[in-house]
T-cell receptor, first 116, second 108 residues
């Protein structure tokens, strides 16, 4: 089945450690996104990528890093520089441009990160 | 950047009731989407609707771009409609800004 997968579902880390969250899609979408959601809040954009080997900062990129070496993969690293990393992280993908359903974003199931 | 506000923040309905959720945005948009987030956190895209009206079963949405608002209608609500409804808008290309959400609880 086509879709977006994120792993792991739950992640616990000690303060000061870097951690990488996985996001994979087999929808053949060009664009991929990472969002952060805090309890009771909406989503905020961390990074996005519209094409392989290119990515742009979103509204809250500080303390995070990404790579886009393959079309289907867009991993997010939460570094020790991120002051409040405990949150729910959501990955999404879309087809940018003029195609049918272009720009409609489809989301993965999310990863809940808790830093102890 | 664009500002997105949703109302009401919380809504409790009896099963079978109808409801209207509102989304106001501060600037013209080229992308507006409605999402439903279930209690497990999964977001499902309901509508891509930068303008006009769309319907999908018991749900419909209308965006009046000139007046900078969008409405989501839920008819004959069911307990499975519970969750958080988000509106998200973009006017600069591929950077959706989300509203704070409307938390809906449908009671049996």
């Amino acid at each position: 089945d086509g879709g977006i997968t994120q792993s792991p579902k739950y992640l616990f880390r000690k303060e000061g450690q870097n951690v990488t969250l996985s996001c994979e899609q087999n929808l053949n979408h060009d664009a991929m996104y990472w969002y952060r959601q805090d309890p009771g809040q909406g989503l905020r954009l961390i990074y996005y990528s519209q094409i392989v080997n290119d990515f742009q900062k979103g509204d809250i990129a500080e303390g995070y890093s990404v790579s886009r070496e393959k079309k289907e993969s867009f991993p997010l690293t939460v570094t020790s520089a991120q002051k409040n990393p405990t949150a729910f992280y959501l990955c999404a993908s879309s087809i940018p441009g003029r195609a049918v359903n272009a720009d409609t974003q489809y989301f993965g199931p999310g990863t809940r990160l808790t830093v102890l | 950047g664009i500002q997105v506000e949703q109302s009401p923040p919380d809504l409790i309905l009896q099963e079978g009731a109808n409801s209207t959720l509102r989304c106001n945005f501060s600037d013209s948009v080229n992308n507006l989407q409605w999402f439903h987030q279930n209690p497990w956190g999964q977001l499902i895209n309901l509508f891509y609707i930068p303008s006009g009206t769309k319907q999908n079963g018991r749900l419909s949405a209308t965006t009046v771009a000139t007046e900078r608002y969008s409405l989501l209608y839920i008819s004959s609500s069911q307990t499975t409609d519970s969750g958080v409804y988000f509106c998200a808008a973009d006017n600069a290309g591929n950077m959706l800004t989300f509203g704070g959400g409307t938390r809906l609880m449908v009671k049996p």
